[in-house]
């Protein structure tokens, strides 16, 4: 079992820069590849990031490429997103989540354990 905990959300103007962090517990977090996702009201959750368990391999949506970052600190048990110049269309409720395998990190489906997910609201 893998508790997340996602925190660092809120409202920036657009162009402005937000951090989120995913504190994770349980089993061995080092092990697990994280992606972060996002869902904005009335649409599917869709990919945004993911990192793999040494942080060797990343992977962006097209979307943020060039203005997300994604990084993690196995030590602390924590993930990393710094989004910056957001946008209005950045606007959802963003989830990191834990799969056991990089090459699945596209699809929520192959994720085993979820966040509460935390808002990011960008105003123009």
């Known amino acids: 079992q893998v508790q997340l905990v996602e925190s660092g959300g809120g409202l920036v103007q657009a162009g402005g820069s937000l951090r989120l962090s995913c504190a994770a517990s349980?089993?061995?977090?080092?092990?697990?590849?994280m992606g972060w996702f996002r869902q904005a009201p009335g649409k599917e959750r869709e990919f945004v990031a993911a990192?793999?368990?040494?942080?060797?391999?990343?992977d962006f949506s097209d979307s943020v490429k060039g203005r997300f970052t994604i990084s993690r600190d196995n030590a602390k048990n924590t993930v990393y997103l710094q989004m910056n110049s957001l946008k209005p269309e950045d606007t959802a409720v963003y989830y990191c989540?834990?799969?056991?395998?990089?090459?699945?990190?596209?699809?929520?489906?192959?994720?085993?354990?979820w966040g509460q997910g935390t808002q990011v609201t960008v105003s123009s």
């Open positions: 349980g089993r061995t977090f080092g092990t697990y590849t």
């Open positions: 989540a834990v799969t056991r395998y990089y090459r699945n990190h596209l699809a929520p489906t192959f994720y085993d354990y």
């Open positions: 990192i793999s368990w040494g942080g060797v391999d990343t």
